[in-house]
């Protein structure tokens, strides 16, 4: 064996050279980078496990502290879940309009829609509440205000019947009501004061307007009104009825003494006379009413009035959407 200086084998001519020839850089440096990339991979794999653990327990405390407080209701799109032989009744916050969801666990009325600009305000709701079909759907009067969104309620959800009063007004978003109707097949009905219309648990006494009231100007009058009695409780829904109304309904000797009052026409001075507020003798009087409004409403006429009876006054302008539930015995009122 030859060998050179500093005691390395040199390879003889002719012999090929034992040893292959090194690998390029990148070769042998990439066992070293492999590794590496393994092992932050296996850093980052501790990483995730922990913060999924850690989404995952926090998740199931926020249900657990949630369910703890609220029971089933916590799990329900709006936090209210109607059970057996129990009504709720939302007044949504759709700002300067009216629009009402009434449902049991089975069936669902609407009162009035709000105007165009918050009609997803209302699909949203019927939406998280798992509303599919409406059994009736209610056009108290043919203002934008009340009919609005239900241009789009009519198109998208399955309407049993649509309870409207038996007059017409001249205005875009009245035809386009009136084409929703046509467009979606949808069964039209006028009241008829006195009847009852009922879906499941929910009954319905058409108070108002009489059918020989139709002379009246003013569409406000025109507006149908609703008391729906639930055991020993009570709700009246006025729509935009003003006095004029409010005086028919007096002189018509009906039942009106309801635990809750959606007070007439969003708390004008033109509705809730003193002798109809007698009458009435409500708990809580609720007031679909946007902030900021063009109308003032609700005026201080009425407010004053609603103190004056020791009324609890709920305002969607304030409250944001109004919830209440019925059993029949007692009302429990949530926003
Ligand atoms: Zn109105």
């Known amino acids: 064996m030859v060998r050179n200086r500093e005691n390395q084998r040199i390879r003889m001519p002719g ?14 440096v990439r066992p070293v980078r ?7 991979y296996q850093r980052r794999g501790v990483n995730r496990r922990g913060c999924a653990f ?34 709720i009744v939302s007044f949504l ?16 009325v609407l009162i009035d829609g709000g105007g165009r600009q918050t009609q997803s305000v209302v699909m949203n709701y019927l939406r998280d509440a798992g509303i599919t079909r409406l059994d009736y759907v209610v ?9 609005g969104g239900l241009i789009t309620v009519l198109g998208r959800m399955e309407v049993g019947t649509l ?46 307007p009489p059918e020989n009231f139709y002379n009246d100007d003013d569409l406000n009058n025109h507006s149908i009104v609703l008391r729906m009695a639930h055991g020993q409780t009570s709700f009246l829904f006025t729509g935009d009825a003003e006095a004029a ?23 004008s001075r033109t509705s809730t006379t003193e002798a109809f507020l007698q009458a009435v003798n409500p708990t809580y009087a609720v007031i679909q009413v946007g902030a900021g409004n063009q109308f ?21 302008d304030t409250h944001g959407t109004i919830r209440m539930i019925t059993n029949g015995r007692e009302i429990r009122a949530y926003d």
């Open 15 to 28: 012999e090929r050279p034992r040893n292959r020839r090194r690998p390029p850089f990148h070769d042998s």
């Open 54 to 87: 850690f989404v995952v327990s926090l998740l199931i405390l926020i249900f657990a502290v949630g369910y703890f407080f609220f029971g089933d209701r916590f799990f329900s799109g709006d936090n209210l879940i109607a059970g057996d032989g129990e009504i």
């Open 245 to 267: 109304s409010e005086q028919q309904m007096l002189l018509g000797g009906m039942n009106l003494s309801a635990d809750v009052l959606k007070v007439g026409h969003h708390g």
């Open 139 to 147: 056009a108290t009067h043919p203002h934008s205000d009340h009919i």
């Open 34 to 40: 492999a590794m590496r990339r393994r092992r932050s």
């Open 163 to 208: 309870l409207m009063p038996d007059v017409t007004h001249n205005t875009d978003t009245f035809r386009d009501f009136l084409m929703a109707i046509e467009n979606n097949d949808v069964d039209v009905m006028f009241p008829v004061p006195g009847e009852n219309i009922r879906a499941g648990i929910i009954d319905l006494l058409m108070v108002a």
């Open 93 to 108: 916050d759709v700002g300067q309009g009216d629009s009402i969801v009434i449902r049991s666990n089975t069936h669902a």
């Open 296 to 316: 003032g409403h609700p005026h201080s006429e009425v407010i004053d009035r609603l103190h004056i009876h020791g009324v609890t006054i709920l305002r969607n």
